[in-house]
Nanobody, 122 residues
Framework: QVQLVESGGGLVQAGGSLRLSCAAS????????VGWFRQAPGKEREFVGA????????HYPDSLKGRFTISRDNAKSTVYLQMNSLKPEDTAVYYC???????????????WGQGTQVTVSP
């Protein structure tokens, strides 16, 4: 069982930046593909991006390209989500997920973190 812990969320003004981290406790993330998702109140879960286990394969939805960047440091067994030029509509709980598939499909991930709240004020 891989336990994921997200951190780095908080309150930021529109136009600001945040960097979220996803780390695995007791296990390494190095052999897993990792996806980021978000869910705003009253909305469906949304794919934010995914990174392959080696870091070479990265995928974002078109709507977030250019503002969000995913990276990983396998030496630290941590995956990052850098979010720039944040907008109020980015407000959501952000989750990382790990699995054997590099995919935008949430159900194909095996392990999920508890989520971290990101709030962007106007």
């Amino acid at each position: 069982q891989v336990q994921l812990v997200e951190s780095g969320g908080g309150l930021v003004q529109a136009g600001g930046s945040l960097r979220l981290s996803c780390a695995a406790s007791e296990h390494t993330l190095n052999s897993y593909n990792v996806g980021w998702f978000r869910q705003a109140p009253g909305k469906e879960r949304e794919f934010v991006g995914a990174i392959g286990w080696s870091g070479r394969n990265i995928h974002y939805p078109d709507s977030l390209k250019g503002r969000f960047t995913i990276s990983r440091d396998n030496a630290k067994s941590t995956v990052y989500l850098q979010m720039n030029s944040l907008k109020p509509e980015d407000t959501a709980v952000y989750y990382c997920a790990a699995g054997r598939s590099w995919t935008a499909v949430a159900d194909l991930y095996d392990y999920w973190g508890q989520g971290t709240q990101v709030t962007v004020s106007p």
